[in-house]
């Protein structure tokens, strides 16, 4: 059986989905939809761009009678060449859909910086428009591309590809990551796409703002009345998010090595997991009001102290021959963040990442302080903590200390769980490119990096990077498969984290 038609039909899937929508005024759907991916024979494009838009296609969010797929790049392909590229990163999906899905795609080849290719894409464009005989013209372009290539790609698509003045609709750009290198390059990026778009046109895409549990830390903070009088420096001592994978660059390193471990995951990823956990409640769910709140606590954010800093790079990330000899490029780092206002003062942010370590999750750890007047002398066993998992096995939980079954009046750490895979059994999981493509289509920036966003975090990092691109600071070497370099723990310790030791959190089965 297919997997549109098992179970429910698309629309009324949509109609699901949409029953989740926020309470934000956005433009209508309506009209022929053409949808650019421009790097189309780019692993990002293959990897997850395509996949994304067939799990849309196959839900029914976007449907044959509506959307076009064009592929640009300078590979020399065929319309089948690059659907087969795209079927093998589609495995296990029903023929029948696949192929429907597939003959939606059309490739177009061209460089990046000449008007002919550009022209050509144009052409095949409003030829698919025409004969949809709508009144309304959609187009999206999806730049799976090198942000040095951005300026040129957006010049060639304002100049030749913007939906026509003679019918209404929209025209729409979704960038990548990095958005430069520190707030000169980012703010030269930024005015290079600001000649050509409005910011309304421009979609920077940040995937972890795609995930699940990220999305639903919102939800969390601002309609539970249990974390309303919590959520301050009066309750929690600390608060940790934390990125940690269980390999090394595996023949990125030289790619790798132009940005680090805090240009590549603390600035972007981590640090809007920490807008919207630091934040302070937004008027409503409009897009601009959270985005203006996540600016303002960017704001407040002290200059980092290079004593709260912790750099680390695994033993062998120079065995890579694209890796220079003498590379202080940090594989791993530990920065403390400090707020500056009412409520987060004193309350340390510590933003850790790392390669090569000996786990892999993405996780925000919320530490509160210890109780006043312990009677039951369980201190030593660890603190409260309420722990949002984000990747893999997604999960909220609460651990918390509990009296241990007997006769004996002891206590131990248990927890409080909500476990994703067994909460929401039935229940698939948008993957953060699906969502996000989707929210482009439908004009809702929320979950995009405004332009003062990106200043303002380029802001808090710029002066840390130029340090270690000058030497300054230096990263300490750490083994391979370990927790990271022993004196991030350290520091952890030295502003205020408890370890909680014997306890271990086991992710609940159904066996």
């Given at each position: 059986?297919?997997?549109?038609?098992?179970?429910?039909?698309?629309?009324?899937?949509?109609?699901?989905?949409?029953?989740?929508?926020?309470?934000?005024?956005?433009?209508?759907?309506?009209?022929?939809?053409?949808?650019?991916?421009?790097?189309?024979?780019?692993?990002?494009?293959?990897?997850?761009?395509?996949?994304?838009?067939?799990?849309?296609?196959?839900?029914?969010?976007?449907?044959?009678?509506?959307?076009?797929?064009?592929?640009?790049?300078?590979?020399?392909?065929?319309?089948?060449?690059?659907?087969?590229?795209?079927?093998?990163?589609?495995?296990?999906?029903?023929?029948?859909?696949?192929?429907?899905?597939?003959?939606?795609?059309?490739?177009?080849?061209?460089?990046?910086?000449?008007?002919?290719?550009?022209?050509?894409?144009?052409?095949?464009?409003?030829?698919?428009?025409?004969?949809?005989?709508?009144?309304?013209?959609?187009?999206?372009?999806?730049?799976?591309?090198?942000?040095?290539?951005?300026?040129?790609?957006?010049?060639?698509?304002?100049?030749?590809?913007?939906?026509?003045?003679?019918?209404?609709?929209?025209?729409?750009?979704?960038?990548?990551?990095?958005?430069?290198?520190?707030?000169?390059?980012?703010?030269?990026?930024?005015?290079?796409?600001?000649?050509?778009?409005?910011?309304?046109?421009?979609?920077?895409?940040?995937?972890?703002?795609?995930?699940?549990?990220?999305?639903?830390?919102?939800?969390?903070?601002?309609?539970?009345?249990?974390?309303?009088?919590?959520?301050?420096?009066?309750?929690?001592?600390?608060?940790?998010?934390?990125?940690?994978?269980?390999?090394?660059?595996?023949?990125?390193?030289?790619?790798?090595?132009?940005?680090?471990?805090?240009?590549?995951?603390?600035?972007?990823?981590?640090?809007?997991?920490?807008?919207?956990?630091?934040?302070?409640?937004?008027?409503?769910?409009?897009?601009?009001?959270?985005?203006?709140?996540?600016?303002?606590?960017?704001?407040?954010?002290?200059?980092?102290?290079?004593?709260?800093?912790?750099?680390?790079?695994?033993?062998?990330?120079?065995?890579?021959?694209?890796?220079?000899?003498?590379?202080?490029?940090?594989?791993?780092?530990?920065?403390?963040?400090?707020?500056?206002?009412?409520?987060?003062?004193?309350?340390?942010?510590?933003?850790?990442?790392?390669?090569?370590?000996?786990?892999?999750?993405?996780?925000?750890?919320?530490?509160?302080?210890?109780?006043?007047?312990?009677?039951?002398?369980?201190?030593?066993?660890?603190?409260?903590?309420?722990?949002?998992?984000?990747?893999?096995?997604?999960?909220?939980?609460?651990?918390?200390?509990?009296?241990?079954?007997?006769?004996?009046?002891?206590?131990?750490?248990?927890?409080?769980?909500?476990?994703?895979?067994?909460?929401?059994?039935?229940?698939?999981?948008?993957?953060?490119?699906?969502?996000?493509?989707?929210?482009?289509?439908?004009?809702?920036?929320?979950?995009?990096?405004?332009?003062?966003?990106?200043?303002?975090a380029w802001q808090i990092f710029t002066p840390l990077l130029h340090?270690?691109?000058?030497?300054?600071?230096?990263?300490?070497?750490?083994?391979?498969?370990?927790?990271?370099?022993?004196?991030?723990?350290?520091?952890?310790?030295?502003?205020?984290?408890?370890?909680?030791?014997?306890?271990?959190?086991?992710?609940?089965?159904?066996?």
């Amino acid at each position: 059986m297919s997997g549109r038609s098992a179970g429910s039909s698309p629309s009324s899937r949509r109609n699901s989905f949409n029953s989740l929508s926020r309470d934000v005024d956005l433009p209508s759907e309506q009209g022929c939809l053409s949808i650019v991916v421009l790097g189309a024979s780019g692993d990002l494009a293959k990897k997850k761009t395509f996949p994304a838009l067939y799990h849309l296609f196959d839900q029914g969010f976007i449907q044959s009678g509506e959307v076009h797929i064009f592929g640009y790049a300078r590979s020399n392909l065929s319309d089948d060449g690059l659907r087969v590229r795209i079927r093998g990163y589609l495995k296990g999906a029903p023929e029948e859909d696949l192929s429907e899905f597939l003959q939606l795609i059309k490739y177009v080849s061209g460089s990046y910086d000449n008007g002919d290719g550009f022209g050509k894409l144009n052409k095949a464009i409003s030829e698919y428009e025409a004969s949809s005989k709508s009144e309304s013209y959609r187009r999206l372009f999806y730049l799976a591309l090198p942000p040095s290539v951005y300026p040129s790609v957006c010049k060639m698509i304002r100049t030749y590809c913007m939906n026509p003045s003679s019918h209404p609709g929209w025209t729409r750009v979704i960038v990548e990551k990095p958005f430069g290198k520190d707030l000169d390059s980012a703010e030269e990026l930024s005015a290079q796409l600001g000649e050509l778009f409005e910011e309304h046109q421009l979609y920077r895409i940040d995937h972890y703002l795609g995930k699940e549990l990220v999305q639903n830390l919102l939800v969390l903070r601002f309609a539970n009345r249990l974390f309303l009088p919590l959520w301050n420096r009066d309750n929690i001592d600390n608060i940790q998010i934390v990125f940690r994978e269980d390999f090394g660059t595996e023949g990125r390193g030289g790619y790798f090595d132009q940005y680090g471990i805090i240009r590549d995951i603390i600035q972007n990823h981590l640090l809007q997991v920490f807008c919207l956990v630091a934040m302070e409640k937004p008027v409503s769910l409009k897009p601009e009001h959270i985005r203006d709140e996540k600016v303002k606590v960017l704001q407040s954010v002290n200059p980092i102290n290079p004593e709260e800093v912790v750099l680390g790079q695994y033993d062998g990330y120079k065995d890579d021959p694209t890796v220079p000899d003498d590379s202080n490029t940090p594989t791993f780092a530990s920065v403390v963040l400090r707020v500056h206002n009412e409520r987060w003062e004193g309350v340390p942010f510590i933003l850790k990442a790392g390669k090569a370590l000996n786990s892999r999750k993405a996780e925000v750890r919320v530490q509160f302080k210890d109780v006043p007047g312990d009677i039951f002398k369980c201190k030593k066993q660890g603190r409260n903590e309420f722990v949002i998992r984000l990747q893999p096995s997604e999960a909220m939980y609460v651990k918390l200390t509990v009296k241990k079954p007997g006769l004996e009046m002891a206590t131990e750490q248990s927890e409080l769980d909500l476990s994703y895979g067994m909460r929401y059994q039935n229940v698939k999981i948008p993957e953060a490119y699906e969502r996000l493509i989707l929210d482009t289509i439908r004009g809702d920036q929320q979950h995009f990096v405004r332009r003062d966003e990106l200043k303002a975090a380029w802001q808090i990092f710029t002066p840390l990077l130029h340090d270690i691109d000058d030497g300054k600071l230096k990263a300490v070497p750490y083994q391979p498969g370990s927790r990271g370099p022993k004196e991030a723990d350290e520091l952890s310790a030295r502003v205020g984290y408890v370890q909680t030791h014997g306890y271990i959190w086991i992710p609940p089965t159904l066996a």
